[in-house]
């Protein structure tokens, strides 16, 4: 592999920061908030328009996958398109498929954010916005990259397909369904897959993923009257729903983040002393890690054991309930019918039908041991297994290599404890490895106030994406 190419790209990459900045405001300030049907037009218009244009701009010849209405929304909502996308069919080349998402989570500046959300701000080198590292900057990198080949006179090494999608952060909706029923037709010939769509473990260190855990997302509906109480008529006299839902949201999880459900933990495969070995080179600072995080105290205490709770280990939280009266002021309200929302996250060997199973086996048992005559009811809306891959194949080789090129040392590699279950549905779809690639850091609060990119990070990560295209073809053919 010739250095000088890599040199070439580089300092084009670094020549035309503020551009590719520049740029990403724009992106971010396309309110594609999948999640909110008051912004599925922008979510549409980020995909099929500012995407599917990127694309065709750099030559690529752009399908757009239409996927239908959204299950269950009355009235019916549109989901906005998959992008089908290639550069190049060199039969002579490796092909690979390159995924990421194009909508973001909600954001509102009253929710805490110390700038506009969707407005990109730059502030010592942070660059704030709505989906600045979750997932339009990465997004743009793998453009940005493209870009500086085409402009250089250089031949991209590789064949590249391009799988975009627009809901993301809604559960991926209708995307696994067309991903399997084109694994014989478009993804056929896809070699590797490469998905830049998570973070490094800390701030100094870049890394590679090789596992994420899977989740499933559950609902506890407790009901216990035709309509609402009033508490000073009726408080004291009936079985009250939000009581019920509070004693069993109790009975789920301990204070140190142990499941109570019974034999949740039987498939977790045992830590072996070989793999606690791994932990102790990997570099993060759990002082450091409760500083990002504004806490005073983790669940434990030791790097390893909070990296294995953190990936290896199943975890259950719970995330809010429906119904409930949760405006400011008083309301004294009995609730008659409330919906708790909690989630586990899976790790390899858990299987989400039997986890569901299980689920459903010990809520029932915590409520009927309090005598309550109220209805209960569990469903999950969606669940993914967990995925762990092959750190030792050519397509982590080659993403380790372009670590190493780019920062001069090894990266480190990790698992990740949330989960992106599009990751197992490439991995099954075409037979080969799936590699996950971040450029985001630790610290940019991607879903929460605040989310941003480092201007250091964005520029970095496009040189590493352009030096694992280089290593990738070189690797492919030895």
């Known amino acids: 592999m010739s250095a000088k190419k890599l040199d070439q790209i580089n300092d084009h ?30 979510t549409r218009r980020m995909v099929a328009e500012y995407g599917k244009n990127e694309l065709e701009r750099l030559g690529a010849t752009v399908e757009l996958r239409e996927l239908g209405t959204e299950p269950g929304t009355n009235p019916p909502l549109q989901l906005p398109p998959v992008i089908l996308a290639q550069l190049g069919n060199d039969p002579a080349k ?22 506009e959300p969707f407005v990109l701000t730059e502030i010592d080198g ?7 590292t979750d997932d339009k900057g990465p997004v743009l990198a793998w453009f940005n990259v493209i870009e500086a080949y085409q402009k250089l006179n250089l031949d991209i090494p590789i064949n590249i397909k391009f799988c975009f999608e627009g809901m993301e952060e809604s559960g991926s909706v209708g995307l696994e369904e067309l991903v399997m029923s084109e694994k014989d037709k478009f993804f056929k010939d ?10 490094w473990l800390g701030q100094k260190t870049p890394c590679v993923t090789y596992g994420l855990r899977g989740i499933s997302y559950f609902l506890v509906e407790v009901k216990c009257a035709k309509q609402d109480l009033h508490s000073g008529v009726h408080g004291g006299v009936v079985h009250e729903a939000m009581t019920d839902l509070c004693h069993i949201f109790n009975s789920l999880v301990s204070s140190d983040g142990s499941i109570k459900i019974d034999h949740m933990n039987d498939d977790v495969k045992p830590l072996t002393p070989e793999e606690e070995a791994t932990y102790e080179p990997i570099d993060f600072d759990t002082e450091v890690y409760k500083q990002e995080l504004g806490v005073t105290q983790l669940a434990h205490n030791s790097k390893a054991k909070v990296l294995q709770h953190r990936w290896r280990f199943p975890s259950l939280s719970i995330h809010g309930v429906e119904g409930a009266f949760y405006g ?25 039908n039997k986890v569901l199973k299980l689920v459903q086996d010990y809520i029932a048992k915590v409520h009927a041991a309090t005598g309550s005559p ?8 969606h669940g993914a297994p967990a995925w762990v891959g092959d750190f030792n194949d050519v397509n982590f080789t080659a993403g380790r290599n372009a670590v190493k090129r780019v920062f001069g040392r090894e990266a480190d590699l990790t698992r990740e404890g949330g989960s992106i ?13 799936v590699m996950l690639l971040p450029i985001g850091s630790s ?17 970095n990560g496009m040189k590493v994406l352009a030096a694992y295209f280089e290593e990738i073809a070189n690797l492919s053919k030895k």
């Open 13 to 42: 990459l670094t020549a035309n920061i503020d551009k590719y900045v520049k740029e990403l405001g724009n992106a971010v300030g396309i309110k594609s908030v999948s999640g909110d049907p008051q912004y599925r037009d922008e």
């Open 94 to 115: 490796k092909t690979v498929c390159i995924y990421g998402h194009l909508d973001v989570q909600p954001a509102e500046k009253s929710d805490g954010w110390n700038t």
């Open 126 to 132: 942070k660059m704030y916005g709505r989906g600045s």
């Open 190 to 199: 896809v070699d590797f897959t490469c998905i830049s769509d998570n973070y």
């Open 328 to 352: 400011a002021g008083a309301k004294t309200v009995i609730p008659h019918n409330v919906i708790g929302k909690f989630s586990i996250r899976l790790v390899p060997n858990m299987d989400p």
């Open 374 to 381: 109220n209805t209960v009811s569990v469903t999950s809306i």
């Open 421 to 433: 279950p599009i990751t197992l549905t490439f991995e099954e779809a075409t037979g080969k490895s």
């Open 443 to 459: 610290d940019d609060a991607a879903h929460s106030q605040n989310e941003k990119l480092n201007r250091s990070n964005f520029l």
